[in-house]
T-cell receptor, first 110, second 117 residues
Framework: GQQVQQSPTSLVLQEGENAELQCNFS?????MQWFYQRPGGSLVSVFY???GTKQSGRLTSTTVIKERRSSLHISSSQITDSGTYLC????????????FGKGTKLSVKS | GALVYQYPRRTICKSGTSMRMECQAV??????VAWYRQSPQKTFELIAL?????????EQNFTQEKFPISHPNLSFSSMTVLNAYLEDRGLYLC?????????????FGHGTKLSVL
């Protein structure tokens, strides 16, 4: 089965609305990362979040490792936030590897 | 800060030819490099994990004969897609792990987008 489940699959917002993206993991993990993939394809790491809450501008990530879940909150969304948000779990110890979810496709409209 | 440069950003190759992509770690020593592929409409799959001075470990469905990887030092890795065909299209991503890191964070390049004609 799928080890990393993201929801929703897609989301359409009006500019200025908030978004809450969820990520759930089916197995134990060491940590996790959130990524933003631009419509053109390139990937940007948004948060590396072993546990707890991290904030960067309008983005806030909250991870509860023992409950195997993480969320990404986007406040006051902007058109430029459009793209795909991927979460990935980190496992594997010294040779850490990532297992990606399928992503949440976000469209922000004016 | 730690950066990973990956190049080329985009490339097009003819069916049956090969193309090489490179990954450069800047500002840290990359003891482990992971190569991923995102095929159209799919999420990222791990191709292989490479650790300096160790054997490269390929995931199921990926082989050294098809995706040979070189990881000669702590700042550089390359991967070649041999005899590329349509099913090899996608975004190839390298992620590097810092040797001095006490956690397991991977730093990623922007990816190489491969199109096959």
């Amino acid at each position: 089965g799928q080890q990393v489940q993201q929801s929703p699959t897609s989301l359409v917002l009006q500019e200025g609305e908030n978004a809450e993206l969820q990520c759930n993991f089916s197995t134990s993990l060491n940590s996790m990362q959130w990524f933003y993939q631009r419509p053109g394809g390139s990937l940007v790491s948004v948060f590396y979040n072993p546990s707890g809450t991290k904030q960067s501008g309008r983005l806030t990530s909250t991870t509860v490792i023992k409950e195997r879940r993480s969320s990404l909150h986007i406040s006051s969304s902007q058109i430029t936030d459009s793209g795909t948000y991927l979460c990935a779990m980190v496992t594997g110890g010294s040779n850490a590897k990532l297992t990606f979810g399928k992503g949440t496709k976000l469209s922000v409209k004016s | 800060g730690a950066l990973v440069y990956q190049y080329p950003r985009r490339t097009i190759c003819k069916s049956g030819t090969s193309m090489r992509m490179e990954c450069q770690a800047v500002g840290f020593q990359a003891t482990s490099v992971a190569w991923y592929r995102q095929s159209p409409q799919k999420t990222f799959e791990l191709i292989a994990l490479s650790t300096v001075n160790s054997a490269i470990k390929y995931e199921q469905n990926f082989t050294q004969e098809k995706f040979p990887i070189s990881h000669p030092n702590l700042s550089f890795s390359s991967m070649t897609v041999l005899n590329a065909y349509l099913e090899d299209r996608g975004l190839y991503l390298c992620g590097a792990r810092a040797s001095t890191s006490s956690n397991e964070r991977l730093f990623f390049g922007h990816g190489t987008k491969l199109s096959v004609l």
